[in-house]
């Protein structure tokens, strides 16, 4: 391959890259996101049925909350991630999990449950600074089932260092949730494209000359 195709080469990779948001994609940690993590669940419901009533480990909260495993319990599903899920009673559970950064795509992602006995009533907020910037949108898929609710939100410069938080929310009735996850994607910068490019081409040509030497 000579100079020139080796260029049109490295052109050709930039698109793709310029091209890809997901290329940068990263998840953003969230302690405990199944809440297959606890103290104990002390509280018996009836075959295998047990929860507990108090803070779940790594989650902030204010009002009733806890975890569950359901154990079959009115005919509810296992939680969907492990055998544990957290509930909230009219209350909030929340975590802060890291700082906003300007351009980043944040996309959070969480379970809830709809279940038999009771109305659906969970919710969803992405906060950014203490203020919510997204709420979550899915479909309830009916008493009984678990479904995937989406939030997502791209960071303005006014974000930039500000505190994310995943913040579970539940309207009267008892909300559940489980499997909480939270990517961030980000373009990068033409400059740093460039940078890349020239690094790219120059390791081209010193290959290129130690080939015809």
């Known amino acids: 391959m000579n100079l020139r195709s080796m260029r049109l080469s490295v052109l050709a990779v930039l698109l793709v890259l310029v091209a890809s948001s997901g290329a940068f994609a990263t998840s953003v940690s969230v302690a405990n ?22 803070p779940i480990p790594s989650w902030n909260e204010n009002g009733s909350s806890g975890q569950w ?25 929340w ?15 969480v379970e809830i449950l709809h279940r038999t006995d009771t109305a659906m009533a969970g919710t969803v907020q992405f906060e ?15 008493p009984g089932t678990w479904s995937n609710w ?3 939100y791209t960071a303005t410069a006014a974000d930039a260092g500000k505190t994310l938080t995943v913040l579970l929310d539940s309207t009267g009735a008892q909300g559940d949730f489980d499997n909480v996850r939270l990517d961030s994607a980000s373009v990068p910068e033409p400059s740093s494209l460039l940078l890349l490019g020239s690094g790219l081409i120059g390791a081209a040509t010193v290959v290129r000359r130690k080939i015809k030497s």
């Open 95 to 109: 975590q802060d999990v890291g700082v906003a950064v300007a351009g980043a795509t944040y996309t959070l992602q």
């Open 69 to 93: 495993i359901t154990g079959g319990y009115a005919g509810n599903p296992s939680a969907i991630d492990g055998v544990v899920l957290g509930y909230s009673n009219g209350g909030q559970i």
């Open 150 to 152: 989406i939030a997502t």
């Open 33 to 54: 996101y199944s809440f297959e993590t606890y103290t104990s669940l002390p509280f018996l419901c009836g075959g295998s049925c047990a929860y507990s009533v108090g």
């Open 128 to 142: 950014i600074g203490g203020i919510s910037v997204a709420t979550a949108t899915g479909t309830d898929l009916g």
